[in-house]
């Protein structure tokens, strides 16, 4: 049976809401959200368990283990369908059945919390999560009292939402599509006023047949910008720039290059941190430090800061709260350090976020061994579309360390990622690196070869078996 297009919508009036896929992050940050505006909230989904069931347990949400009709028996005004929910789903055939009122994630997001605020959206390839959590974080530093979403913990609050009683809303634009009976970009539905463009490349390989399908998703985003908006573009980056063209508001480009509204100079990446000058226009706007590591993270500085000069925040105002984020789970995080080892964690999985990883890890720690822990997890990077990529971005590292990922069985093999391949193609071009089966057996390798100085790097989207903390506990009773 399918859900009739007509339910697809905000009934008039609302008191019960049940959310289905609720642990997934951007559900179950909109289920907190829901609560705390005086909503009755259920869930369900097949994976309950920590930190997101605890999450929900600690609001008094109930949650189903387990998609079943029966979860529906209570006839909620509206149900909330999260995108890891397929059409074949038992709650979603019950939900046809019932002929309840339902919204996608992004759709319920946009109507309940966007509306009447002005949206402030951060989108691309990469960079999202950082930049969209600096936006925020700043914001609040500034008094503004900001809502937000983002796809990551922001570690000012302890969590990835806030509802906030300010006139802007920050919101993660992510691409990847809506739901099952949506398959258009999640972006879409976040009624942007100003949006910020990191970059466009080819991924989500799982959707997107080539780099012409996803540039398609981002001219419909800048399609929806209205003339009262704004655009903040990476013009460095080519794709981004050939996008911009079709704005219908005006577009302030940033980066490195010559005759931009915003242009980086002056870049200087340290251990604790990095500053760089921002010109406005050709003429200097202000110094600023930031602790993140790295060209690409000062340029995620830059691009917030064209936003909130757009807003009306001086550069003083924004130079004073900047040094004070404090970054983001998970992205060049360090973990710890043992016997003089340090053990760093990072999201990054695309080709290109990997390349600048290593780029900004070799500038913060010069001089140092780097050691880099690669987790092929996500569907794109199990694929072979990035195998030949791959070879090329670990040259800042002095060593390599490749985990096989699990397959995708519904692949035939030649096209399936190849970690064994990567090997010996980075060692074809002179790399030190080698091929792992197992987490346990790159923990042991690492616990009995590194030394006092070296920086591990460990890139993963995913928990990696734990890596992290296993990795230094190993190191600790390593002599």
Not at 46 to 59: E, G, I, W
Not at 256 to 275: C, K, M, R, V
Not at 298 to 326: D, Q, T, W, Y
Request: charged share 20%.
């Amino acid at each position: 049976m399918q859900l009739d297009p007509a339910l697809n919508t905000l009934p008039a009036k609302v008191k019960s809401i049940h959310l289905m896929g609720i642990c997934g992050t951007g559900v179950g940050a909109l289920a907190g959200m829901l609560q705390a505006q005086g909503f009755t909230v259920t869930g369900s989904d097949q994976q309950v368990y920590p930190p997101m069931s605890d999450f929900l347990a600690s609001l008094g949400i109930e949650v189903k283990s387990g998609y079943h009709p029966g979860n529906l028996s209570h006839r909620p005004d509206l149900v909330i369908v999260g995108n890891v929910i397929t059409r074949a789903n038992p709650e979603a055939v019950a939900l046809a059945e019932l002929r309840i009122p339902y919204l996608s994630m992004p759709q319920a997001l946009g109507q309940f919390f966007l509306t009447g605020k002005t949206a402030l959206v951060v989108c691309g390839t990469h960079g999202k999560t950082t930049t969209s959590s600096l936006l925020a974080t700043l914001l609040h530093y500034l008094n503004a009292d900001p809502g937000f979403m983002i796809g990551g913990l922001v570690q000012e609050f302890g969590r990835n939402f806030r509802i906030g009683q300010g006139p802007y809303f920050v919101v993660e634009g992510d691409e990847y599509d809506t739901a099952f009976f949506d398959k258009g970009p999640k972006f879409l539905h976040y009624q942007p006023q100003i949006a910020i463009i990191t970059s466009i490349e080819f991924d989500h390989a799982d959707i997107y047949a080539d780099l012409e399908a996803v540039k398609t998703s981002f001219r419909k985003l800048v399609a929806i910008l209205p003339p009262s908006g704004c655009l903040i573009a990476n013009l460095d980056d080519p794709v981004v720039a050939e996008i911009s063209r079709e704005a219908n508001c005006p577009v302030l480009g940033y980066g490195e290059g010559q005759d931009l509204a915003w242009t980086l100079t002056d870049l200087d990446i340290q251990p604790d941190g990095t500053s760089f000058t921002a010109r406005h226009h050709g003429a200097i706007f202000g110094q600023f430090k930031t602790r993140m590591p790295g060209r690409h993270n000062a340029m995620n500085c830059l691009s917030v800061i064209a936003v909130l000069e757009r807003i009306g925040f001086s550069a003083a105002e924004i130079a004073k709260h900047l040094p004070r984020f404090p970054g983001v789970r998970r992205r060049q995080e360090i973990r710890g350090e043992v016997r003089g080892i340090t053990v760093i964690d990072d999201f990054a999985h695309h080709p290109t976020a990997v390349r600048e990883t290593m780029a900004a890890l070799r500038a913060a720690y010069a001089g140092r061994r780097l050691l880099a822990v690669f987790e092929p997890r996500t569907n794109s990077s199990r694929r072979r579309v990035f195998q030949d990529d791959y070879v090329r971005v670990f040259d800042q590292a002095d060593e390599i360390l490749i985990k096989e990922p699990a397959p995708i069985a519904a692949l035939a093999e030649e096209m399936r990622f190849s970690a064994r391949q990567l090997i010996q193609d980075l060692q074809n071009r002179g790399c030190r690196a080698s091929y792992f089966s197992d987490t346990d057996s790159i923990i042991t390798s690492l616990a009995q070869t590194a030394k006092s100085g070296d920086v591990i790097a460990i890139m993963s989207n995913g928990g990696f078996d734990n890596i992290h903390s296993r990795l230094l506990q190993a190191l600790a009773h390593t002599s």
